[in-house]
């Protein structure tokens, strides 16, 4: 089994910072966490689900939607338990509802930002984000 709750939405203007927290747990997701991808992906009112971020936690190497490329960065802390994301330069165009997700590397591709159909099969509930102008 694998939980991921996300934390750390909220309200802010533009130009402003946020930094959004992802825990995962669970029996599997202890026992071969370095086999998972984790992401973040966004979707506002009306909009399509955007993939935002990505990290193999094998190689820890990254990828970024271009939308947040240079403002928003993903990590993670030394034992995978949390995930983050560091919003820096927010703009109205980022308010949405953020998710984090994972799965297992073979399952969803590890090496790119995850499209809008990406069939991630561990969710969040999500956390909001407002930015206004």
């Known amino acids: 089994q694998v939980q991921v709750v996300e934390s750390g939405g909220g309200s802010v203007q533009a130009g402003a910072s946020l930094r959004l927290s992802c825990t995962a747990s669970g029996y599997t997701y202890s026992r071969s966490y370095n086999t998972f991808c984790m992401a973040w992906f966004r979707q506002a009112p009306g909009k399509e689900r955007e993939g935002v971020a990505l990290?193999?936690?094998?190689?820890?190497?990254?990828y970024y939607a271009d939308s947040v490329k240079g403002r928003f960065t993903i990590s993670q802390d030394n034992d995978k338990s949390t995930l983050y994301l560091q919003m820096n330069r927010l703009k109205f165009e980022d308010a949405a509802m953020y998710y984090c997700?994972?799965?297992?590397?073979?399952?969803?591709?590890?090496?790119?930002?995850?499209?809008?159909?990406?069939?991630?099969?561990?969710w969040g509930q999500g956390t909001q984000v407002n930015v206004s102008s």
């Open positions: 990290v193999y936690n094998a190689n820890e190497r990254t």
């Open positions: 997700a994972a799965d297992f590397a073979g399952r969803v591709p590890c090496t790119q930002v995850p499209g809008p159909k990406a069939n991630f099969a561990y």
